[in-house]
């Protein structure tokens, strides 16, 4: 097995939709882009979406340059997401969709 | 129920955590929160810059392994500890700082000394959280001490509005902390098939060796009974060292740009690469690509998003290193594998590592396997960073993990001595040296005072030699010996500097017996700092160039441009 290479062909790779449960929105939110950033993931799209008791759920449109396994080990980690998943695949738009378990 | 305040409430949770000691200057915006851990039986050491508080507490955090705390004001003064909460976070060093910050109907507005500390640290700490009601402290408070340690540990920032810390509420219980989700807070075992397959995959590798970092801490004795039955080798990082004693029959050095050259020979031979803790580092592996090139890869680590990050994993397994191996070594069957052992001794023979001046005692590095044997194999030494952090880590004898303290993956100048004085905090009844350079002693002399204050026994070892060495050294290998902006023209009289805050300090370069000097000084009561004057041209060998392979490293004595 090879060391994967890092070139940034993320443009014209397929794109991917994260969901995430969030607990503190705004640090969700901040922790997210700063962990996209950090980690060079190109961002797409991105959506935030109230829920009951400070509760709610953010929606991270990401394109997959083979990164997502470590991207939602990361993003879990953190402690202001309390649930992490792929969901759905290529080309979905950034709509609701049922919550995710925390 | 009991009415009482934020700062006490921290205060108190900071006694339930059995902090005996904390670091950090007061100000402004977190004098209630001084005031109420005054009245506790917690300790409170006045640093001379929150960059020191902050390293005293790391000091504290990796000689304890547990959670340790340092505090500082709003605004430059947590602009200050910044330095130390990234140092943390890179060394995986448990952590726990209080931020004072402006009170809250002045956030937002620019207030004197504010900044937006929870947006400063966001890409730098474990956690961070800003206390918006002192009612939500004793849940935050039990959350950053739980988060710092749990799963891979981190530094934890908590910024405190004044008027949180002075606002009344009833407090009922410390409620049970909730961790994030992900497997690196609430790790378990690896899963059966997982711990199988890497178990086939050991049974059936020829060259196995095991590349252990900072994460395999806990796990020295795993790590040698699976040595034995792999017959295999153990490497470690910079952050591994003492994870087995020196002269433990497996033990093949430390790899890396530094590293023993028998040691990277043999991960380029290696078809298997047991990596525990480790996490592929640039320093630590040379140039990636050409890194254990045909080696399958078996991957242990607390912290999943680690697995695949800079090298690909056949088995990655997440999970605590103590508890994944216990798991996996019953299912490894013992085998000889005495093709790879001759291999490994003609590598032995081939690439022989002897470092020079090891029996003068003024000689840097004589100085410091003469100060290590003088304090024996439970001495705790710091390194700042530079040649003599490397020279440290090639001759320093380590016995066990956290009594090597180094500031290894954000490299800080200035780490060595706040640091030491951390580790003597935490256990005052031995001495700790400190091993710095004359450009890393500066960057946090101020600490000599805290120092002085405290009389703790930390004896600093400073490797004299006017100039950055690891800048010069760099300069004269790979940028034509052109030695821009790395030689100190004002070179100050250390003795007399360490003299003037009242320590006590001897120059080797005189002394007819360093040696004895040298155990004098450590012998004796008390800071002590020792000046050994050193070649500025003396590199330290041998060097994996930037971008090269580890095999590539270089081993001459001198460069031609060292002359000039
Ligand atoms: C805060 C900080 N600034 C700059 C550097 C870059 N740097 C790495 S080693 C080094 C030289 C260290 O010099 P000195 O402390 O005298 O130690 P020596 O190498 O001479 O032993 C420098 C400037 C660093 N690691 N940390
Ligand atoms: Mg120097």
Known sequence: MTTPIRENTASESPRAELELATRDALGALRHVA???ARR????????????????????????????????????RALPEVCGAQLSRAAGAALVPAAPVAA | MTRTTGARLIADSLVRHGIKAVAGIPGGANLPLFDAISQTPT??????HEQGAGFIAQGMARVTGQAQVCLATSGPGVMNLLTAIADAKADSVPLVCLAGQVPRALMGTDAFQEVDVYGLTIPIAKHNVLARRAADLPRIME?????????????????V??????????????????LGSGPAESPGTPGPADLAFAASLLARCERPVLYCGGGARGAGAEIAVLAELLDAPVVTTLMGLGLLPPGHPRLAGMIGMHGAPAANHLLTRCDMLVAVGARFDDRATGDAKRFCPGASVIHIDIDPSEHGKNRAAHVPLAGDA?????????????????????????????HPYALPGLDDPKSPYGVLAAAAEILGPEAVVATDVGQNQMRAAQAWPCHAPGKFLTSGGLGTMGFGLPAAIGAALADPSQPVACVTGDGGLLMNVQELATLAELGLPVKILLMDNGVLGLVRQQQALFVGGRYTASTFAARPD????????GIAAIDLEPCRDARAALAAVLA?????????PVDPDAHVYPMVPPGAANHEMILEKRHDHAHS
């Open chain 2, 322 to 350: 103590v508890r994944t191996l216990g798991a996996l070594i019953p299912l490894v069957p013992a085998r000889a594998r005495p093709a790879w052992t001759a291999i490994r001794a003609s590598l032995g023979l081939a």
């Open chain 2, 524 to 532: 004796a009561p008390g800071p002590a700092l020792a000046r050994i």
């Open chain 2, 143 to 159: 959350e950053a001490f739980a988060i710092a340690v749990s799963g891979r540990p981190g530094p934890v920032v908590v910024d």
């Open chain 2, 161 to 178: 509005p004044r008027d949180v810390q002075t606002e009344e509420f009833d407090f009922t219980s410390w409620p049970a902390p909730r």
């Open chain 1, 40 to 75: 060079s993931h190109e961002l797409l799209g991105l959506s935030c979406l109230p829920g009951p008791a400070g509760q709610g759920r953010l929606l991270v449109a990401v394109a997959d340059d083979g990164r997502l396994e470590r991207l939602l080990a990361e993003l």
């Open chain 2, 494 to 501: 250390f003795v007399a500097l360490a003299a003037s805050f």
């Open chain 1, 34 to 36: 700063a962990c996209l």
């Open chain 2, 43 to 48: 300790r409170i050491v006045l640093a001379r």
